[in-house]
């Protein structure tokens, strides 16, 4: 059986990244898998939050997925902390996760900075409740942005350690990372060599799934570009590392290669190329936003989903963590 794990941080906005890297791949891989979609609010509190701010934050991711065209029916959708067997699984999983696994995440280095010694346990830890997460589900297939490849080896590396030192060398299944499309590292509008994220301190260095149409066009406008018109093949985009960015989210956005962009756009000046690009990218973002924004406005609706979705995740969950009890020698009753 192949199953789907995946989820999204609720701090700030979501943004063009988080849509192109990973929750456009989510709504055309619904159909084909069995899969569960998750508003990772413990991964949240690794970091500063204000508790108004993840409560309402947390609601806004799943109104995204779903406003994006995840099917709340099919599959399932819910907040993370409304399933306790993600805590449970990741205490159990720390046990069997040796630091120096931990010491090579490139992604704590850089979130805890200088101030190393003051950065909390939970941020350090934060990879090992990720591969609670997905194992908690024994899923197969893990489909994210190219930012999180790191994190997934290592869910990888946990599982097996697990299955070996208990000798159940079946028993969760190694995931496989889903890295897909041609936009799997949107990078920052402001500097082609940073990743498109919710940390940057510049609004202008990313497109929010909530931006409104003329919002979306400024930032694209402002949008760092070099003086030389847009290259007709590939190559010529070589060292121009902004120029590739807006050719890439053009061709992610309009299902084309870039090799196809190029070929409509080579030759041309950045200013024409911008405008067709902010159309391009309201036309495709404003039904979602506008959609965002109904949901929204029925939070008995949404939680009424999450609820269901917790419901039907925590029975899966339940049966894991019992049998994960039963090998690791706890006593349940
Ligand atoms: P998060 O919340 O940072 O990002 C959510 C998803 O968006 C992708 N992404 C991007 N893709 C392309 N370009 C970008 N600039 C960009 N920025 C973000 C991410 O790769 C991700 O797929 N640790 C995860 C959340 C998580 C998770 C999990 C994911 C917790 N448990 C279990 C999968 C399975 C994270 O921080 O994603």
């Known amino acids: 059986m192949n199953r789907i794990f995946s989820g999204m941080q609720p701090t700030r906005q979501l943004h063009l990244g988080n849509y192109l890297g990973a929750l456009r791949n989510w709504v055309r891989l619904q159909h084909d898998y069995e899969a569960i979609f998750c508003v990772v609010d413990m991964h949240a509190i690794t970091i500063d939050h204000d508790p108004e701010v993840l409560r309402s934050n947390i609601?806004?991711?799943?109104?995204?997925?779903?406003?994006?065209?995840?099917?709340?029916?099919?599959?399932?959708?819910?907040?993370?902390?409304?399933?306790?067997?993600?805590?449970?699984l990741n205490w159990i999983l720390a046990c069997h996760t040796p630091l120096g696994w931990l010491n090579r995440m490139t992604q704590f280095k850089e979130k805890a900075g200088k101030q190393k010694d003051n950065a909390v346990l939970g941020l350090y830890a934060y990879p090992v409740l990720?591969?609670?997460?997905?194992?908690?589900?024994?899923?197969?297939?893990?489909?994210?942005?190219?930012?999180?490849?790191?994190?997934?080896?290592?869910?990888?590396?946990i599982a097996g350690a697990f299955n070996r030192y208990y000798k159940?060398?079946?028993?969760?299944?190694?995931?496989?990372?889903?890295?897909?499309?041609?936009?799997?590292?949107?990078?920052s509008l402001r500097d082609g060599t940073k990743k498109m994220s919710k940390s940057d301190e510049s609004e202008y260095?990313?497109?929010?799934?909530?931006?409104?149409?003329?919002?979306?066009?400024?930032?694209?406008?402002?949008?760092?570009t070099d003086p030389e018109p847009l290259p007709s093949v590939v190559e010529g985009l070589e060292g121009r590392a902004e120029a590739a960015n807006l050719v890439t989210i053009y061709g992610a956005l309009?299902?084309?290669?870039?090799?196809?962009v190029l070929a409509d756009y080579g030759g041309q000046q950045f200013s024409a190329f911008k405008g067709a690009l902010a159309d391009l990218a309201v036309a495709k973002l404003s039904p979602i936003a506008g959609e965002m924004n109904r949901l929204l406005g029925d939070r008995a609706e949404l939680d009424r989903i999450l609820q269901k979705g917790a419901e039907r995740a925590g029975a899966i969950a339940e049966k894991t963590v019992n049998e994960v009890k039963d090998i690791v020698g706890l006593v349940r009753f």
Do not use: C, W
């Not at 609670?132 to 990888?156: F, M, S």
């Not at 260095?205 to 760092?224: F, G, P, Q």
């Not at 309009?254 to 196809?260: F, G, L, N, R, Y």
């Open 59 to 88: 609601r806004e991711v799943a109104a995204a997925y779903i406003a994006a065209g995840i099917d709340p029916e099919k599959n399932i959708l819910f907040n993370q902390s409304a399933v306790a067997g993600h805590a449970e």
């Open 130 to 157: 990720m591969a609670a997460d997905i194992l908690l589900y024994k899923a197969t297939h893990v489909p994210v942005g190219e930012d999180q490849k790191q994190h997934l080896e290592l869910a990888r590396d």
């Open 168 to 187: 159940r060398e079946d028993y969760f299944p190694l995931p496989e990372p889903q890295i897909l499309g041609e936009a799997t590292r949107v990078m």
């Open 205 to 224: 260095s990313r497109i929010n799934l909530t931006d409104d149409a003329d919002t979306i066009a400024l930032k694209i406008r402002k949008a760092k």
């Open 254 to 260: 309009s299902d084309q290669t870039k090799a196809q």
